[in-house]
């Protein structure tokens, strides 16, 4: 029996799972970016090839740089839990899903080795590529389920990515003083803001009350676009940033 291909020829070869299923919706058109958020790589290979476990991901990429492919790209793999993006909330059918080994915060949140982000990239790019995925869908996992999840956190290198053609950014507004939106305030301002959030792509509701959902998501963002720090505050830099982020996005037919 021969063994089967990669989809994408930066894998080195197939290390299936069986945990998968028929996709919904059509082909899939997001990246989803996860760390593995256990102590080793080996343990979380295990766990997301064990049937038990009911997770999974199309891809894994060691340390190293070196990539596994653990479920075809056709197939629905089991990665995003419960999440939502731009409206859509079956983002498993919608995307394509990989995991960066990485201990991630509960392991002292360990920098991203460069031949790791090398591979990161490269897959990306093919990805991209093959399947027309735009660059503002290439998404955390965080950023889809923020308020459960916070890889591949505010360490990991977005600006490199966009710098090599893969994902959506701009360079974070500076950070001052100045009038900032924070737990427990409301008001026309706070409505405005969740519908900035809104607008990009967050599940959030306009309510104009900045509640614990709309601080888990200030929270995700930042973590995307304004990794120096992480508070869950609407401080001026993020709103500016969070401003020129949705301006920069491309105009599409």
């Known amino acids: 029996m021969s063994q089967p291909k990669p989809d994408s020829p930066v894998a080195a070869k197939v290390f299936p ?70 409206g859509e909330t079956d983002i498993n059918s919608r995307s394509i899903g990989i995991e960066i080994v990485n201990p991630g915060h509960a392991g002292g949140a360990p920098p991203f080795p460069a031949a790791q982000i090398e591979a990161v990239i490269a897959l990306c790019a093919d990805i991209c590529a093959r399947h027309a995925i735009v660059p503002e869908r290439v998404l955390a996992h965080s950023d889809v389920a923020p308020a459960r999840k916070c890889d591949p956190g505010e360490l990991f290198p977005w600006d490199e990515l966009h710098a090599r053609g893969v994902g959506h950014y701009v360079e974070a507004s500076a950070i001052a003083g100045g009038r900032f939106f924070a737990l427990g305030d409301e008001g026309q301002p706070v409505q405005a803001l969740q519908a900035m959030f809104a607008l990009y792509g967050y599940a959030i509701a306009v309510t104009g009350v900045y509640d614990a959902a709309t601080e888990q998501v200030v929270r995700a963002f930042q973590r995307h676009f304004r990794r120096e720090r992480v508070d869950g505050v609407a401080d001026a830099s993020t709103i500016t940033t969070l401003r020129d982020v949705i301006a920069s996005l491309p105009r599409r037919a």
């Open 17 to 86: 799972s069986p945990n998968h299923g028929e996709r919904k919706g059509g082909a899939p058109d997001m990246i989803l970016l996860h760390y593995t958020g256990m102590p080793t790589g080996a343990e979380a290979l295990l766990r997301l090839c064990n049937p038990l476990s009911e997770v999974s991901c199309h891809y894994f990429v060691w340390e190293d740089g070196g990539v596994l492919q653990l479920v075809p790209e056709a197939r629905r793999a089991w990665h995003a839990g419960l999440a939502s993006w731009a």
